[in-house]
């Protein structure tokens, strides 16, 4: 398929975000009531399952090894993924048909613990999807903090971009809400390359000066740069 020179692949986010799966909240450091609060909220709103329909699901998928793995990461089942992955450690690299890995499913269903199981099983930290997509901006993409700073802790690529020249900086920059922490910890990346361009031309400090409150992040890093002295 091909796009127009000006399509904004962030403009497609927001309005078709919805489509993309989602999993439960973010397991950051932060507050334990305050994620307690959001995972009870987003049970609320897709269905809190049963221990019981957990296990009916599995058991549907018991002969499909590769799909179980997949949707046990999605789904945060880490005793499902322990015992897969013992049972067969090529499951880690696995995919689905757009080249989500198990690892991006946990990314971006803020599933610390799991993903946290695949690296130490020998997941790769930077694999693509079709779209060029890694774990980190899984993570970024719905604000899952703890996952993203666990990935740059274990090697993510920071500036690495999509397909579409997005960063993980473009695609938190590109939330209205429930980014700020986010943020806060990419743009105190020494490494970071807050200039990066996306297919659509803007930077992420322009992403976030037009699509929400917390562009001031970005004049703050701005303000610490200009006050450091220029190398001879």
């Given amino acids: 398929m091909e796009f127009p020179d000006d399509f904004n692949q962030l403009e497609l986010l927001n309005s078709h975000g919805h489509l993309i799966p989602r999993g439960a909240g973010s397991l950051w450091t932060a507050s ?10 987003e049970d609320e709103e897709e269905g809190e399952h049963s221990e019981e329909w957990y296990g009916e699901k599995e058991e549907t998928l018991k002969d499909n090894p590769k799909a179980l793995f997949l949707w046990a990461a999605e789904n945060q089942r880490l005793a499902t993924v ?8 090529s499951l880690v690299h ?10 991006h499913r946990a990314a971006y269903g803020g599933h610390v613990d799991v993903v946290s ?11 693509r999807t ?23 802790r274990r090697g993510a690529e920071l500036n690495a971009q999509t397909n579409g020249g ?23 990346q020494r490494h970071l390359q807050p200039g990066l361009r996306s297919g659509g031309g803007e930077t992420a400090g322009e992403v976030a000066r037009r699509a929400g409150p917390h562009h001031f992040l970005f004049e703050m890093v701005e303000d610490c740069v200009n006050v450091l002295p220029a190398r001879g």
């Fill in 32 to 41: 334990k009531d305050e994620e307690e609060e959001g995972e009870e909220e």
């Fill in 166 to 188: 997005l960063t993980a900086l473009h695609l938190a920059a590109s939330h209205r809400t429930d980014c700020q922490r986010t943020l806060e910890l990419l743009l105190s």
């Fill in 94 to 103: 696995c995919c689905d048909e757009d080249g989500y890995t198990p690892l």
């Fill in 130 to 152: 079709a779209d060029g997509w890694t774990p980190l901006h899984s993570a970024c993409r719905w604000s899952r903090v703890a996952v993203a700073s666990f990935l740059l």
């Fill in 117 to 127: 199981a695949l690296v130490a099983a020998g997941s790769k930290v930077n694999p």
């Fill in 82 to 89: 322990l015992r897969l992955s013992a049972a067969d450690p």
